[in-house]
């Protein structure tokens, strides 16, 4: 039993998601997914902005195998700071069906760095959402990315659409590939093609490094399951304009959602209203991930 005491009202995961009706191609890989815990082995960080239900990597890979997907990739909870053991635990367990996205802090060891190579991460995030992480010089950002380039690492940059234009530059200047969690977060009620989200694709097509998750439709709707037809525009301009730098992910367990918990098998539905064609929906699925995170 957990020593942790998951936060008042927070959503714990759906207990019986459904089976997809679509049926995801061979090889698929959910790109964006977490751990948590359990808080007894792994314990969360003291400086955390708030504790979860634990969501262990057995329920994770049991949900991979219900959806019909073949791999994870686990992006490390800022619950768990940059202790990254029950992420290493986790791949560990997959047997290499699993690649990681870490934390680390600029005081890390080019040692450190190398075990978690080893280990199966391929990336570190950084984190702009100020409710969830707590701010980092960006000079201090840009040297853990110069030193993880070397390893074939990339950057994963989580921010809200409203800050883009004060951090347009600094993210313009990082010498990795990026990949944005969740499509920059956009404001769905606001037009697709009006200056925020343009500024955005303005940053996807400038800069060729620069990859997008077209995750997370339960965040960004303001209609709701289960089809999140206010996303979907967003989604799929991003899936036709850029079909090789997309990924997809479950985003399970889901953290801090404040309205709904959503179905996962629903959330695998929506991926072919976002991605219309069998060939868009393999490169999102299995050649983009395959290729980014499995390439060595």
């Not at 934390?103 to 991460?121: F, I, K, M, P, Y």
């Not at 201090?140 to 347009?168: K, N």
């Not at 990026?178 to 940053?203: A, N, Q, S, T, Y």
């Amino acid at each position: 039993m957990s020593t942790f005491t998951m936060d008042e009202g927070w959503l714990v995961y759906h207990p019986h998601p459904s089976k997809p009706s679509f049926r995801a191609p061979p090889g698929a890989v959910d790109a964006h997914c977490h751990v948590f815990g359990p808080g007894d082995l792994f314990p969360y960080a003291p400086e955390r902005k708030y504790t979860p239900c634990d969501a262990p990597a057995e329920a994770l890979f049991a949900l991979r195998d219900l959806l019909g997907f073949e791999r994870n990739v686990i992006v490390q909870a800022t619950c768990h700071g940059a202790d990254n053991r029950a992420l290493v635990d986790a791949m560990r367990r997959a047997a290499g069906r699993a690649r990681g996205v870490a934390t680390v802090r600029a005081d890390v060891s080019d040692q450190a760095l190398r075990e978690l190579d080893a280990a199966g991460v391929r990336a570190v995030r950084f984190n702009f959402v100020r409710r969830l992480a707590d701010s980092v010089p960006r000079e201090t950002l840009l040297d853990i990315a110069r030193r993880i380039a070397p390893l074939g690492w990339h950057v994963v940059i989580y921010f809200e659409a409203a800050e883009l234009p004060q951090l347009y530059d600094f993210f313009s200047s990082l010498p990795t590939i990026v990949v944005v969690d969740h499509m920059g977060r956009p404001d769905v009620r606001k037009p697709l093609d009006g200056p925020e989200f343009g500024l955005f694709l303005r940053l996807m097509r400038e800069h060729s490094n620069f990859w997008s998750k077209v995750s997370c439709p339960e965040r960004l709707s303001c209609v709701g399951p289960p089809r999140y037809e206010d996303v979907v525009p967003f989604a799929r301009r991003l899936v036709e304009s850029f079909p090789d730098r997309v990924l997809w992910g479950t985003d399970w367990p889901h953290p801090n959602l404040k309205t709904h918990m959503p179905d996962d098998g629903k959330l695998v539905d929506y991926i072919p209203s976002i991605a219309v064609t069998p060939e868009l929906q393999h490169r999102l699925l299995v050649d983009n991930p395959m290729r980014l995170y499995w390439s060595r």
